[in-house]
Every structure is written in C-alpha cells, then in structure tokens.
C-alpha cells in the first residue's frame, strides 16, 4: 500500500488516533537505509515544483497541522528547501492580529491561499479555529461547530479553481514531545524556542487530541484530504510527506506550454551554419 492510501483519512470515516502508530517506520530501519529514497524524492519535488510553475494552471497548498515539537519546521525545511524558493511561500498562522481578528476566521486563509503556479504552505491553519479556539473554548460550541462545513465549502471552493490542498498532521507521542523538549534544554542554539505555554499545553493533550480526531474526520474529503503522518521519526515524516507529494503533483498531469514562437523559424534564423 502506497503512503497515499495508507495514511490518508478516508472521507466520511471517523478516525482514531489511538490507533495510529506514532514511531511506525514502514519498511526502513532508519534514516541510514531510508537516504537513496528521501533524495529520489527531494529530486522529483523540485523537478514537479517547476513544472507546477511553467504549466501556470494549478497551485499547491499544503497544510501542516501539528502539537508543538511535532516538526512542522522540519517538514518546511524539507518539502520547501528541495524547491526553487520564487515559486514557494509559507504562511504561518499566529494568535490572530487585530486586523484578522476583525474579519471571519477564514478571511486571512483566503489571503494566503495560492496563486497559479505557486506552492504555498500553511504552517499552522485555518483548522486552529477548530482546535486552539475550541480547546481554549475562544468561542462558544455553537460557533466552532458549524465551522467544520464552511471549511468543506471553502477548500472546496479553491480545488475547484485549480488549487490542489493536502493537509498533514503530524502525529508524535506525547512521550516524543517531552523528549523533545528535554533535547531543547540540553541545545543552547534552542533555547530561545523555550517557553512555559508550551509545556501548559501539554495539560490539554486529550482535548486536543479529540479536536483534532474531529477535524480531520469532518473535512477530510475527496478534494482536500487529511493525512495523519507518524512522525516520531522526523526521517519517515519527511519520506512520507514528500512521497505524498509527489504522488500528488504527478497526479496533476502538469505540462510545460507550448512554445510561444516558432522553434524552427528561430533555428533557421539564427542558428543555421551560413549565419554563425
Ligand atoms: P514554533 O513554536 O515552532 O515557532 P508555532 O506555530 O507554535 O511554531 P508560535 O508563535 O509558538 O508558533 O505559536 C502560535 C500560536 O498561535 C499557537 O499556539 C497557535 O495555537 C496560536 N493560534 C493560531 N491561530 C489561532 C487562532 N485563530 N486563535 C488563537 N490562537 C491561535
Ligand atoms: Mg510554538
């Protein structure tokens, strides 16, 4: 089974996170053994993102969504960094400002959204609006519950202008996430990502951990699906999104456009050896 099928969250089913393996490794023993792949893959990543660019019809959008430590840094860093950085960008979702908080919760995902050609990435989404906000109850159940079907209706809504949308979570242990950040105290160039709030989250783990079982069975869908990555080991995460990726950009049957001027009138005229 291909990491497509496999990890996706099949529309309409309910998913359990229990009953997903957060150390799965598949078939390598570790990041050694798994090298040769994950470099086929950044090769066929960048080769995809340009042809993405050139052919100018469809855009990219992937959302990473994950507990704090969980790599969506590292998935950037490596989805992002195998591409040419003029066709990329990466929109992080923070505590809203005044002026998002001003509009709808979905005003500032629209703004970030892709152009044709471009590959954007959401480091964190418009989903917080259904897990910080519903943990931290930011709004009533009433509000965050309808929530879900105007999310469907808005990625809908892009997929059917050319917006391709894979939405990953990440999925570590919460024994991974304290191991995390222990290996943070001991790094001093880490220091600084430090804070209390993270490890008061921690307190929160269950009600995120259904926030999140919700949002990924409401809206993973046909057009925009979720994938639920083990990522306790960052190889495999990286293996995996890439893979998916890949399988997704192919699947988009992208083609460079038709040359603009006649090819063969230009190697007539400048290019014939009585004219050199
Ligand atoms: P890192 O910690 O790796 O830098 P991060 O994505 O956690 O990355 P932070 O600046 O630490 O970045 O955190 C952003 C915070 O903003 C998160 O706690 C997130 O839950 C919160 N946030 C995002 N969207 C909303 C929202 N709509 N309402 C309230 N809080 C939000
Ligand atoms: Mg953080």
Redesign the pocket.
Known sequence: MNDSVRFRVTSGTRVKLSGIDPAFKGRHADHASAADELQHYTERLRALQELLYADGRHSLLICLQAM??GG??GVINHVLGAMNPQGCRVA?????SPE?AAHD?LWRAHRDAPARGEVVIF??S?Y??V???RV?K?VSRAVWTERYARINEFERALAADGVAILKFYLHISSAEQLARFKARLQDPSKHW?I?T??YA?RNFWRQYRRAYEDALSRCSTEYAPWYAIPSNHKWFRNLAIARIVVERLEAMNLKYPAPAVDLAQIRRKYHTAARR
């Open positions: 704090d430590t969506k840094d992080h979702f923070r505590r809203p998002e919760f480091n964190r418009h917080e609006d897990l910080v906000v931290h930011l990502k804070t709030s993270d989250e």
